[in-house]
């Protein structure tokens, strides 16, 4: 069975840090590009970065820009996202997704993913 599961995510207060991850299970990451993408109530899901399939390229939605860094370790099948300074308008559920390695794929923020996690609930709140 593919699938991705999505784990890190908690209550954490204004200016605090989190670190998501993302492990695939029955398939390899390798030749995949790695999105993180998050949706807040009442709002259309966004895309928040996205890397590609060998780690060198990374893109970011300008709301995460400085804050937010995204790895992977092909290794250990996971890929990781560190937030750091978070904001309430951080609050969202958060999903990682797989997509085929293809051209510009960074760029265009891992859109189309072939495979998508369950979701982890980010809450930021004093």
């Known amino acids: 069975q593919l699938q991705l599961v999505e784990s890190g995510g908690g209550l954490v207060q204004p200016g605090g840090s989190l670190r998501l991850s993302c492990v695939a299970s029955?398939?390899?990451?390798?030749?995949?590009?790695i999105g993180w993408f998050r949706q807040a109530p009442g709002k259309e899901r966004e895309g928040v970065s996205c890397?590609?399939?060998?780690?060198?390229?990374?893109n970011y939605a300008d709301s995460v820009k400085g804050r937010f860094t995204i790895s992977r370790d092909n290794a250990k099948n996971t890929v990781y996202l560190q937030m750091n300074s978070l904001k309430p308008e951080d609050t969202a559920v958060y999903y990682c997704?797989?997509?085929?390695?293809?051209?510009?794929?960074?760029?265009?923020?891992?859109?189309?993913?072939?495979?998508w996690g369950q979701g982890t609930q980010v809450t930021v709140s004093s």
């Open positions: 997704a797989a997509v085929k390695s293809r051209f510009l794929i960074v760029q265009r923020m891992c859109a189309r993913a072939d495979y």
């Open positions: 029955g398939f390899t990451l390798e030749g995949y590009a």
């Open positions: 890397i590609g399939s060998s780690g060198g390229s990374t």
